[in-house]
């Protein structure tokens, strides 16, 4: 199939610099805002543990503001969600929600377990208070500089094809390479992590697990039942009797709607082809040529 001709060339080149210019102005307001706000005493974290649940499941961006944790300014809550350093770790950074406040400061806990941690928080160990969880968001601000390298790389080897269809089917292929690469090594989609195994009632095994992925999965335990979980939520799935170890599998668990958006978003490089097609083109050294010669 020819498809350089399902469309016209100049509207492919259009949108191309259309996108590369909504990119750039994009790029330079979120570097503007973002400075703005550090500059006010705000902070942005991801987030890469289980322990607040669904309320800001792996992979969330937490954005804070400066706040106090005792003293005539307090102002924490119980129910806020608070980043700090804890006292026994001052290296790591958590993001808790405040399950008691006193005079002296203000204790926390993690919602997947609710057990309250064992540190008093003071105004010196608190990063701030959270005014915005944004689910998802953590995982492209991780992969955005490895996105950034690769389509700079893609760019910077497109250029040296001579012919525009070559380089345009290039930039293609190597840019899904790009974003798959990325993809795989960060892995946001799907995942689940073990929290803990009990015994229930009747002397069977429960293993209490957690959604550590983007969207929606079942957790199954060979020979015994399985959870159905989404971003952040914990369930217990029910393993076989006596088993002294046993496998757990995450797999997709998408509604029919669900498994259209995977197709489409699969198959979005060919639908763009199909729609925008290749520059036909010549290369540049013939170009060059035939502009050299007399008329």
Known sequence: MDLHGLTSAPLARRLGALLLAVAVVGAVALAVAAGAFHHGGGRWFVVTSSSMGEAAPVGTLVLTEPTRASGPSADLRVGDVVTFRPPTVPGEVYTHR???????????SGDTTGAVDPWLLGDDDLVGRAVALLPGVGWLVRGLPWLALGALAVWAVGTRLRSDSARSAFRLVAG????????????????????????????????????????????????GGHADLVSGAVGQVPVPAGASAVDLTTSLHLPVVGWVVVALTCASPLIAVLTLG??????????????????
């Open 98 to 108: 405040v399950a008691s406040t006193g005079a002296d400061g203000v204790r926390t």
């Open 176 to 223: 899904c390479a790009v974003v798959l690469g990325v993809v795989s090594v960060l892995r946001p989609f799907v995942g689940a992590v073990l929290l803990s195994t009990t015994v229930d009632a009747a002397g069977r095994g429960v293993a209490h697990v957690v959604s550590t992925g983007l969207v929606p999965v079942r957790v199954a335990a060979e020979g």
């Open 278 to 295: 290749l520059p036909a083109g010549e290369p540049r050294a013939e170009r060059g040529r035939r502009r050299a010669e007399p008329a």
